[in-house]
């Protein structure tokens, strides 16, 4: 089978592999068939993504169909289309056994602790596989970026009368907007990219969208009749957005930090007791969140359109792939075909 290898920092490698055998009666054999290009694989690409190590097989974001099925396994059947969820703990420590299975100690994610999805067939444990036969096969590759705004949105306990300001309008930033609209009433985002903040407008008309410029706070306090957001989520993952975070934020509002730098967050402490603000962070999505994205595609309450803008064909992917860095092409989301 052809697998697709990032070697070192800009060296992707187009090989031939033997094809992975079922060998656990808890397994199942996919065949890959559409996978979304995560800033992950951007960030590991150009050498600059946490906790990674080379050479790596990339991708996460996974639309597969099942091949074979271990003799355990009875929820799926060969020929369903299915999404993955590609986070596994490798021990049943004390967060899992409490649910947290997004925050285990040994916790691995495909393509980035190890091998991934950027190869044509994979197996996986039958118990993180999720049949989504009547959706296409955009929708399901779309399922685990969506299952991080989910998440995400799940852990700031968002209320109908909230105020909800997502930073950031990448791929990560339009999921959480699309869950949250679910649960609020009102939603703005800031973001300093003009042409996705245009992006969330077209798409979703009832959003405030806030470009940004030197005085963040008081934009939103004109916007917003003199008030402030009551919950903050951040998807920037950048040091000096999470920061201002506490000054954009309501008295008693939530802030809930989706992005990852490897660095300290600082922040004035009596400004932050004296907002009495509740700081959380929001790593990964757990198997409800999943499901729940399955079954909301499925009513269609939540939608894709728009949300892919450019495709790639996987077995030329390595000659390709840079284009994706190109401030022309505009990328929001890319998605990677199969045959």
Do not use: W
């Amino acid at each position: 089978m052809q697998a697709i290898v990032l070697e070192q920092p800009g060296m992707l490698k187009s090989v031939e592999r033997e094809a992975p055998q079922l060998s656990d009666p808890n397994d199942v054999l996919l065949k890959v068939r559409r996978l979304g290009v995560c800033g992950t694989d951007l960030h590991a690409y150009n050498g600059k993504q946490p906790f990674f190590t080379y050479p790596r097989i990339l991708g996460h974001e996974i639309a597969a169909e099942v091949i074979g099925i271990g003799s355990n396994v009875t929820h799926l059947k060969p020929g369903d289309v299915c999404a993955v969820m590609p986070y596994r703990n490798e021990t049943t420590d004390q967060a899992v056994r409490r649910g947290r299975t997004n925050c285990g100690s040994t916790l691995k994610v495909l393509g980035v602790h190890e091998d991934g999805a950027m190869q044509e067939f994979i197996t996986y444990p039958a118990r993180q596989v999720f049949p989504a036969n009547e959706l296409t096969l955009d929708q399901i590759a779309m399922i685990e970026p969506l299952a991080i705004g989910s998440h995400a949105v799940e852990r700031a306990d968002i209320q109908p009368d909230d105020i909800v300001l997502v930073v950031g309008a990448g791929p990560i930033g339009i999921g959480t907007v699309a869950m949250a609209l679910l649960k609020a009433a009102k939603v703005l985002v800031l973001d300093m990219n003009q042409h996705r903040l245009d992006y969330i407008t077209a798409h979703f008309p009832s959003v405030t969208t806030v470009l940004l410029n030197d005085a963040v706070e008081n934009t939103l306090k004109d916007r917003l009749n003199g008030d402030l957001p009551t919950v903050i989520l951040d998807a920037t993952g950048n040091k000096e957005s999470m920061q201002k975070c506490l000054d954009y934020v309501a008295p008693g509002g939530t802030i809930v930090y989706i992005g990852l730098f490897i660095g300290d967050v600082t922040f004035h402490d009596p400004l932050f007791h004296r907002k009495e603000i509740t700081l959380k962070s929001s790593r990964n999505a757990v198997a409800t969140d999943f499901i729940k994205l399955i079954r909301l595609l499925k009513a269609g309450l939540v939608n894709i359109d728009g949300y892919i803008t450019h495709r790639l064909a996987f077995d030329t992917l390595h000659k390709t792939f840079t284009t994706l860095y190109l401030p022309e092409e505009r990328v929001i989301k890319a998605v990677i075909e199969f045959t």
